[in-house]
């Protein structure tokens, strides 16, 4: 039987990058909000964060990504631990359900809420903030779809293992556009965490069906 290890401490200079993107897009959040998204270069944003243009376009690659890039996109990917072998259907849906419920619990850190708020409201009013978000969120999904499909020692082009891996990205995204449309009234806690629960049964059913397939 295989195990779903914890993913690995990040490294000193991996974490010293994320702080400093999470600064840089601190200052892009604040100019954006005060300034405007559009009357704001990113020129304009490096110097206000104490960096050189190339730096933030190294980072971030593209203006947009200022907003869409989120410092929890890495642990999507690394929760289901590549690395650990074939597992089953019932083992990868255990595997799931611990991780998903480690990512509400890191989304709902120190900080986190208002900062995704923020974010929401400017991919709501910028229509190149949201295309910069739909593109991240396939890529996400591609990537998920590529670790399950490894765990699953079956291929990430069949149907079933796109759906499963549809439904959890996407169920993550309906979540957050839930809690935006109703003026972020609901406790994201509540709503991620029942989120987190629902996600878990439906990809469960997802996997069941893998495990009877005959592709």
Do not use: C
């Amino acid at each position: 039987m295989s195990t779903t290890p914890r993913p690995q401490p990040l490294g000193l200079l991996e974490r010293r990058k994320i702080q400093t993107m999470l600064e840089i897009q601190d200052v892009a959040l604040r100019l954006f909000e005060s300034e405007g998204y559009r009357q704001v270069s990113v020129e304009q944003i490096a110097s206000a964060a104490r960096v050189s243009p190339s730096t933030v376009y190294r980072h971030f690659g593209t203006k947009e990504n200022l907003i869409v890039w989120d410092d929890i996109d890495h642990q999507v990917i690394e929760m289901l631990g590549t690395d650990a072998g074939v597992s089953t259907p019932a083992e990868l849906q255990a595997a799931i359900d611990r991780g998903t419920h480690r990512l509400v619990a890191a989304l709902l850190g120190s900080g986190n809420e208002e900062r995704i708020k923020r974010r929401v409201l400017l991919m709501v009013a910028e229509a190149d903030i949201k295309a910069g978000q739909l593109r991240r969120t396939r890529q996400l999904e591609a990537e998920l779809r590529g670790a399950l499909a490894t765990r699953l020692g079956r291929s990430d082009a069949e149907l079933l293992v796109r759906i499963a891996a549809a439904e959890a990205i996407w169920g993550i995204v309906a979540a957050i556009d839930y809690w935006a449309d109703g003026g972020f009234t609901d406790p994201m806690a509540k709503v991620l965490e029942q989120t987190a629960d629902v996600i878990v049964d439906v990809v469960g059913v997802v996997l069941t069906r893998i495990s009877t397939s005959g592709q």
